[in-house]
């Protein structure tokens, strides 16, 4: 802790005030002791003053008393020409560092802390004190120790880094038990790599590339450590000199390669690889069959000298609809017999037509009942119909002709037409 005193540091403020803010707060005013102050960029002193601003400290506790701290800093001309920094501010480096809320002296008795007891533990001891410091804050502030400040690795890993590629080179350090890079060298120097590993003694091995000068700056600043060459390098390395001895007799290991057969007893060892093929793929398979099934067969038909209509039938056929791929259709719609066709043959008129639709309905359900098995809704709803159809065409048979009004204009002139050229009509 060094010397116990009032201030932080006597050298550098001076004690302007100090009052007494009920009973739970001490509050003291200082100020720089120093008439000037050195510029950070180019160290030249300068006295003269640009502004002042204020800096609010929480300081070590007085008897248990919280202590306050209110800090007037100036801010300086920089008078150096050459310089780039015309206003810099009064660094006060052993009484608060940069950007700090706390003092130096404050700090380090929070590092014993928490070094000692850790959080929540250190936490309750600073609060007994007086010193207001969560368990959160601690360790933040010790995690930010332990990054900040890296051993000196045992196993070193040192390799050159490209600024840019073919033009400038740097050095990377890194330790390999961790796997992290430690630092990063701004050339590619046995100096700088030197004067680094003279910054961090303790290294054992260090892993570098066949280079000299990383090798001179190893033997010189650590000489204790054992030097290797680095797994990549030594393969990289023997692949050049490979390639190196085998380029100049190409042609003689092309005509080896040529003369090397396969043996019956390695070919019989080869096997062609299974090949998965998914549910899309098989469907895909099946659906390119139907359809050069459906092709030649069409193709056939043509060579045949049969026109598309009667290809077009032919496809349509039930015995055909299986084979292409097509559905059944309805039960009992595969052999439907001629005489449901309604297509009126040529001199035939609508009467005469129309006479024969009753025997059309009750085939019709004869067929239906006949493929359909059990009770089904169809055949109970075509049941009636067919009964009533054939008593239709009993009364028909037996009903007298109709007369000549009821003939329909087809019937009208293929009578008068028949008259003419005196032929008799069908039927």
Known sequence: MGQRTLLPDGAEVVLDQLQVQGRDRILMVLRPAREGSCCPACQRRSERIHSWYRRRLRDLPWEGIPVRIELRVRRLFCDSEGCARRIFSEQLAKTAPRYARRTSRLSLALEQIRLALGGSAGSRLAEQLGILASDSTLLRQLRRRIAGEPASPRVLGIDAWAWRKGHRYGTILCDLERGKVIDLLADRSAESTERWLREHPGTAIISRDRAGLYARAAAQAAPGAVQVADRWHLLHNMTEALMEALTPHHRLLNEVAQAVEMTPAQATE??????????????????????????????????????????????????????????????????????????????????????????????????????????????????????????????????????????????????????????????
């Not at 077009?312 to 059944?328: D, T």
């Not at 098995?373 to 049941?383: M, N, T």
Request: no cysteine; hydrophobic share 35%.
């Open 270 to 427: 080869r096997t062609a690889p299974i090949e998965l093929v998914s549910r899309a793929r098989q469907r895909q398979q099946q659906n390119r069959q139907r359809r050069l099934a459906r092709y030649e067969m069409v193709m056939e038909k043509v060579g045949q000298g049969l026109a598309q209509r009667e290809i077009a039938r032919v496809r349509f056929e039930p015995e055909n609809r299986s084979a292409l791929g097509r559905s059944r259709g309805f039960p009992g719609t595969q052999a439907w017999p001629s005489i449901f066709v309604r297509r009126s043959p040529p001199g035939v008129s609508g009467t005469a037509l129309a006479t024969g639709l009753p025997q059309r309905r009750a085939a019709m359900a004869r067929i239906a009942n006949s493929r359909l098995r059990g009770p089904a809704p169809y055949a109970s709803r075509l049941a009636p119909k067919a009964i009533r159809a054939q008593n239709r065409a009993s009364e028909t048979e037996s009903a007298p002709a109709p007369p000549a009004s009821h003939v329909s204009a087809q019937g009208r002139l293929a009578g008068a037409e028949a008259t003419r050229t005196g032929t008799a009509l069908p039927g």
